[in-house]
């Protein structure tokens, strides 16, 4: 087998580790929300959480609040307006601002989320995490290994199999 060079350089490689647990992380997540029939991509449900817990935002205020740029923010929203889940009307207080909802079909995705999709990734991550202890790239390491022995998808139906 060929040695994991992002895992051996440790902190010389800690960004690259990252990145890639996240996309081993969002491409199950993708997986488990396909399952349950949600028809949007796994990063984009950030947007709708922070609109339903915030409620409506600026494009700036919800870039700010998912941590990305506004450019992203703004095409993440028209995505998500395209689909039916969000509308972006004008500011009321100033004209130049843009000021995103969450439309009917959005918040009937948030609720049915909240009580089917995320606990159960919630669940899986918790469970993915469950023994980490001590130094960080120890840690990390656990967590790619946990990710190679059962992948969220996994969790999930084990998850779902231990609640009654």
Same mark, same amino acid.
């Given at each position: 087998m060929v040695e994991d060079i992002v895992k051996s350089l $440790?902190?010389?490689?800690?960004g690259s580790r990252f990145r890639r647990i996240g996309e081993r992380l969002q491409a199950d997540t993708q997986q488990v929300i396909e !399952? *349950? $029939?949600v028809s949007i991509q %796994? %990063? +984009?449900y950030p947007f709708l959480g922070a609109? &339903? #817990? *915030? $409620?409506? *935002?600026?494009?700036g205020e919800l870039a700010q609040a998912v941590g990305i740029t506004q450019p992203g923010a703004t095409r993440t929203a028209s995505q998500l307006m395209e689909l039916g889940f969000l509308d972006m009307q004008q500011s009321a207080e100033d004209q130049r601002r843009r000021v995103v909802s969450l439309t009917p079909k959005g918040q009937e995705l948030v609720d049915y989320? #909240? +009580?089917q999709v995320w606990p159960r990734i919630a669940a899986a991550v918790a469970d993915l995490c469950r023994d980490l202890d001590g130094p960080l790239l120890e840690q990390l390491a656990a967590i !790619? &290994?946990?990710?190679? !022995? %059962?992948? *969220?998808i996994r969790r999930t139906s084990v998850a779902q199999k231990k609640t009654p």
């Open positions: $440790g902190y010389l490689c800690l !399952e *349950l $029939g %796994a %990063a +984009q609109i &339903d #817990r *915030l $409620g409506p *935002l600026t494009v989320s #909240r +009580q !790619e &290994d946990g990710l190679s !022995e %059962a992948s *969220l």
